[in-house]
């Protein structure tokens, strides 16, 4: 769906984006993390289009960057990092002028469809200015929707946004996951990027690494299981590190943390050795390291 | 042509709901079309240099006087026809301030990247907030013109007068110049938004374009030059040639990265 080739974008000295290569499949949620600065929103901005890179290719939904740009923003939909509304106007007349620009056959309906869909419908009439910044949010999320588009590119959808209205635009995300549409997500927010995304990429000016969430976790912590004993001790411990397949243990006041390679199937035999060696058990279970360490550990190192 | 409409029609939207774009739009017109009517309402029987005849008038008013006139008619006739050049600024300043405000406002409410995401070109886009700007702008100097004539049939004494005032000179310069003029203010205010960083001085500089039409008025004041009908068909052809040019570099210089990216 969106194939990116040694893409890069200088700005007179200032190199904003250098050789990056990603692809990114149809039906994909794919999350795109970076510090401030590091050229996600320039990115974004060339594979839709709005900027041309300085040198590489970038494919997106059949269409060449730079070669196809009329039809590549036909085919697209961009949330740009602010809403961008045209205050003075209504809801929906902010989203008729974008459903008459992208040449929507039925304005009428598709604009009627997504006030209702993103809750506006009772506040249609009403300026832009005067809707919160959640609403003015699912307004420009509707407006780029309008088209139908099956790529949306979607910049910080949820910043600044109270819980309610967050929680909202990302039960909206996993909706149009469900009906196949292809995600380019762009935010800070780690913890939604861990929930949305099948796979993420950190970048910093060049990329990082790209992956999914659990394969991340997995090489840079490994896998752990913590089990919650009441009488944790050093001969406890010691039963359990005489076991061919653990890589490390560490004592936590009454956790013994475990790092091993599939707990799923070694887990049983770690439980019946503690208990076999009278160890009272009170809970197990996986320690889950944040999408923020990893990303944190990722962008420390670049 | 759907997308060019959308834009003037979402312009109008916007800018008609901008009050001090409003009152540039009604205030301006009303106000340089009343000047010359109280100028020609004031002085009419008032001037006590009836007695001289228009070959003892200044060189300057011979051009706006036909022999019929008396000096007093041919001074009234030379003064309210220096208000040629005020309704001049009539499609200047107007499409000024609405494309100042159409174009850097976009960018200041940071509507703009979601407007260039769509599938409009630059054309399309440019036509479309160009001739919302001077639409208004030729509306309101055709209106002000005809108030302005309707005044003048009034107040004027005789059929001779009225027609010295309401000259080819006048319709040339309010039906031709007027609407060229307008497309060079708008075009001017584009290319000053697409090269600038700062929006407030894009407004500022707009305004620019205003200057050498009071070097016109003023050199005509002063009896340096006389604006005459030829003179205004040498400057709509001007016109004409700088508009397409003009036109031409606010397509080249409207670069939508440039924008995008340069502008804080």
């Known amino acids: 769906m969106i194939v990116i080739e040694n893409l890069t974008k200088q700005f007179g000295q200032n190199l904003a984006v250098e050789g990056l290569n990603l692809e990114v499949q149809e039906g994909e949620v794919f999350g795109f993390l970076g510090p401030n600065g590091a050229g996600k929103t320039t990115t974004v901005r060339m594979l839709t289009s709005l900027i041309q890179p300085t040198s590489g290719k970038a494919v997106v939904n059949g269409f060449t960057v730079g070669r196809q740009d009329t039809q590549i923003r036909r085919t697209v939909g961009l949330l740009t990092e602010t809403p961008g509304l045209y205050d003075n106007l209504s809801a929906e007349y902010n989203l008729r002028i974008y459903a008459n620009l992208y ?7 598709q604009v009627e469809k997504y006030l209702r869909l993103l809750g506006l419908w009772e506040r249609r009439f009403e300026p832009a200015a005067t809707l919160s910044k959640g609403m003015k949010q699912k307004l420009a999320i509707a ?3 309008l088209h139908e588009p099956r ?3 979607l910049d910080e ?9 967050a929680r909202l635009v990302r039960d909206f995300i996993a909706e149009l996951r469900k009906e196949g549409r292809t995600i380019f997500l762009c935010t800070h927010n780690l913890d939604e990027a861990d929930r949305a995304c099948d796979r ?12 999914t969430p659990a394969n991340l976790r997995r090489q840079l912590f490994g896998r752990k299981v913590v089990f919650h004993l009441v009488n944790l001790d050093e001969t406890l411990a010691a039963k359990v590190r005489a076991l061919p397949f653990i890589q490390e243990t560490r004592i936590l006041d009454n ?18 050795t503690l208990v076999e060696a009278g160890a009272e058990l009170q809970f197990v279970g996986e320690l889950r390291h944040s999408l923020e360490e990893v990303y944190l550990q990722l962008v420390k190192n670049v | ?11 109008w939207a916007e800018v008609f709901k901008n009050r001090m774009v409003l ?6 017109p009303l106000l340089l079309t009343a000047i010359p009517l109280i100028i020609l309402f004031t002085m009419r029987g008032e001037m006590q240099i009836a007695s001289a005849g228009a070959a003892d008038i200044p060189a300057q008013f011979k051009a706006f006087c036909p022999a019929e006139l008396s000096g007093n008619e041919c001074f009234q006739v030379f003064m309210v026809s220096q208000f040629v050049f005020m309704f001049m600024i009539i499609p200047l300043s107007i499409p000024a301030a609405i494309a100042a405000y159409s174009v850097v406002g976009e960018k200041t409410t940071r509507s703009l990247e979601p407007l260039l995401a769509t599938p409009i070109t630059t054309i399309e886009l440019l036509l479309g907030k160009s001739l919302a700007a001077v639409i208004p702008a030729v509306f309101a100097t055709f209106l002000a013109f005809t108030i302005f004539a309707c005044g003048v049939w009034l107040i004027v004494p005789n059929r001779i007068m009225l027609l010295a005032i309401l000259n080819a000179r006048w319709l040339l310069a309010v039906l031709i110049v007027g609407p060229l003029l307008a497309w060079l203010s708008v075009t001017f205010s584009v290319m000053v938004s697409s090269r600038v960083n700062d929006p407030r001085v894009a407004e500022q500089l707009s305004v620019v374009i205003i200057v050498p039409l009071l070097g016109l008025f003023f050199g005509q004041m002063a009896g340096l030059l006389i604006i005459d009908r030829q003179l205004v068909l040498v400057i709509a052809l001007i016109l004409v040639l700088v508009d397409a040019l003009m036109t031409y570099f606010s397509v080249q210089l409207f670069q939508r990265e440039t924008i995008l990216t340069r502008w804080k």
């Open chain 1, 143 to 145: 407006r780029a929707m």
């Open chain 1, 255 to 272: 956790r013994l943390v475990v790092t091993l390679d599939n707990p799923e199937a070694r887990n049983p035999q770690i439980i019946r």
């Open chain 1, 200 to 211: 993420i990429a950190v970048f910093k000016t060049r990329l990082v690494v790209v992956d």
């Open chain 1, 157 to 165: 959808p949820t910043s600044a946004l109270d819980p309610e209205s």
């Open chain 1, 151 to 153: 790529i949306l590119f």
């Open chain 1, 103 to 109: 040449e929507v056959k039925d304005v009428a309906g």
């Open chain 2, 1 to 11: 042509m759907q997308k060019i409409i959308t834009i003037i029609r979402k312009e």
């Open chain 2, 23 to 28: 009152f540039t739009i009604a205030f301006m």
